[in-house]
């Protein structure tokens, strides 16, 4: 089955600085790659997709791309800000028809911005 | 639009007892999943229905975890016989029935303490 590994599992940034996570897959069917963030004792929340079709999405400070070829993709957070702080986890699948539709997570990584 | 819902939100057990874990995904999304998250941890797939069929249940400890969906709707998740090593948060989520619908969204979890 599909394996994501995702790094750091720690990382501390100043305000005001950018934020960067990176994961790597194994199956090259997986197409679709989202982003959930999850604060202390709440749910993941979906903050950012991409899918295979493309290399870079960005959403206000959030930035994704994917490298279709080396099997990675990565998180950019520019401008961080103290509410940036949370758990982060990436995720892969192959949500294609008879595809496996399910989503394997990276181990996750703690983002704290320090004022 | 209501989002998916889960109870109870806490449940604290000794080894050896039962416990059963209830959820109602968002109306009209077909695919339903159960993870396991241990403490700092990823979300780890334990079973996925869509509709009231199982498609993946590689990941359910068969021995003492059981999951239905009878009617396509809401979804029981019961452990027999818990053990120390079940504390986590169980959370479900679910996904609409559209192709380019890939998004899972997650309910509230239910966060289980095995004394």
């Known amino acids: 089955g599909e394996q994501v590994e995702q790094l750091p599992s720690i990382l501390r940034v100043q305000e005001g600085s950018s934020a960067s996570i990176n994961c790597s897959y194994e199956?090259?069917?997986?197409?679709?790659f989202p982003w959930y963030k999850q604060e202390p004792g709440e749910n993941p929340k979906l903050i950012i997709d991409?899918?295979?079709?493309?290399e870079r999405k960005q959403i206000q400070e959030l930035i994704v791309l994917l490298d279709k070829k080396a099997k990675r993709f990565s998180l950019h957070i520019t401008d961080t800000q103290p509410g940036d702080s949370a758990m982060y986890f990436c995720?892969?699948?192959?949500?294609?028809?008879?595809?496996?539709?399910?989503?394997?997570f990276g181990q996750g990584t703690v983002l704290s911005v320090i004022p | 639009e209501a989002g998916v819902t889960q109870s109870p939100r806490y449940a604290v057990l000794q080894e050896g007892q039962a416990v059963s874990f209830w959820c109602d995904p968002i109306?009209?999304?077909?695919?339903l999943y159960w993870y396991q998250q241990p403490r700092d941890q990823g979300p780890q797939l334990l079973v996925y229905?869509?509709?009231?069929?199982?498609?993946?249940n590689s990941q359910l400890p068969s021995d003492r975890f059981s999951a239905v969906r009878p009617k396509g709707t809401n979804s029981t998740l019961k452990i027999q016989s818990a053990k120390q090593g079940d504390t986590a948060t169980y959370l479900c989520?679910?996904?609409?029935?559209?192709?380019?619908?890939?998004?899972?969204?997650f309910g509230p979890g239910t966060r289980l303490l095995v004394l």
């Open positions: 229905f869509r509709d009231e069929a199982v498609i993946d």
């Open positions: 991409i899918r295979s079709n493309m």
């Open positions: 109306s009209g999304h077909d695919t």
């Open positions: 995720a892969a699948s192959d949500m294609a028809t008879g595809g496996n539709n399910k989503l394997t």
């Open positions: 199956d090259s069917a997986s197409n679709y």
């Open positions: 989520a679910s996904r609409g029935r559209l192709a380019n619908q890939d998004t899972q969204y």
